[in-house]
T-cell receptor, first 113, second 114 residues
Framework: QQQVKQSPQSLIVQKGGIPIINCAYE??????FPWYQQFPGKGPALLIA?????SEKKEGRFTISFNKSAKQFSLHIMDSQPGDSATYFC????????????FGAGTRLFVKA | DGGITQSPKYLFRKEGQNVTLSCEQN?????MYWYRQDPGQGLRLIYY???????QKGDIAEGYSVSREKKESFPLTVTSAQKNPTAFYLC?????????????FGEGSRLTVL
């Protein structure tokens, strides 16, 4: 019930391509959905986030699409660059007095020059 | 600049030894967390603390201990009871004043047991 399923596990695209990472959840009590970007040997950093009452959010080349009825959300990276090569984690946050974050398993993205 | 600092970045330990990882934040955030990350895997919650002098076990607390004596600090001790301690450890914090709860991570500490 509290899992977040993320796919694919890894992804290779050419420079300029549009990688898409998908996540699905079951618990409708989740009320915030952040994405984190992690470079090798570093801690994850918040990339972009969305509330479930919004269907799309864009920040620069990064876009989240959210389908509340399907309980799915995805990250699109427009005009991908080699510098975008990293691991991406989707997450879902539950507010039960304190916040609980459930992470997806992560997607390793490699953008070829 | 506000942030969250973990130390040391790399740590080597002999089997049977306890080791303590430091985590300090100056973001004035109420909640702090410890996660473990194994190669190619996601983030697993070890312990978390929402206020000073209080903390709760996460999903994989066995073999670990924490303290929260100050708001800014949340050290993690990896004890000899932890069977497979070699991993990348991440500390994070979040503000209880925000209604969204997103996490801010440190740079991580890589522990290797020899």
């Amino acid at each position: 019930q509290q899992q977040v399923k993320q796919s694919p596990q890894s992804l290779i695209v050419q420079k300029g391509g549009i990688p898409i990472i998908n996540c699905a959840y079951e618990n409708t009590a989740f009320d915030y959905f952040p994405w984190y970007q992690q470079f090798p040997g570093k801690g994850p950093a918040l990339l972009i986030a969305i509330r479930p009452d919004v269907s799309e959010k864009k920040e620069g080349r990064f876009t989240i699409s959210f389908n509340k009825s399907a309980k799915q959300f995805s990250l699109h990276i427009m005009d991908s660059q080699p510098g975008d090569s990293a691991t991406y984690f989707c997450a879902a946050i539950l507010n039960t007095g304190g916040f609980k974050t459930i992470f997806g398993a992560g997607t390793r993205l490699f953008v070829k020059a | 600049d506000g942030g969250i600092t973990q130390s040391p970045k790399y740590l080597f330990r002999k089997e049977g030894q306890n080791v303590t990882l430091s985590c300090e934040q100056n973001l004035n955030h109420d909640a702090m967390y410890w996660y473990r990350q194994d190669p190619g895997q996601g983030l697993r919650l070890i312990y978390y603390s929402q206020i000073v002098n209080d903390f709760q076990k996460g999903d994989i607390a066995e073999g670990y201990s924490v303290s929260r004596e100050k708001k800014e600090s949340f050290p993690l001790t990896v004890t000899s009871a932890q069977k497979n301690p070699t991993a990348f450890y991440l500390c994070a914090c979040s503000s209880g004043r925000r209604i969204t709860g997103e996490l801010f991570f440190g740079e991580g500490s890589r522990l290797t047991v020899l």
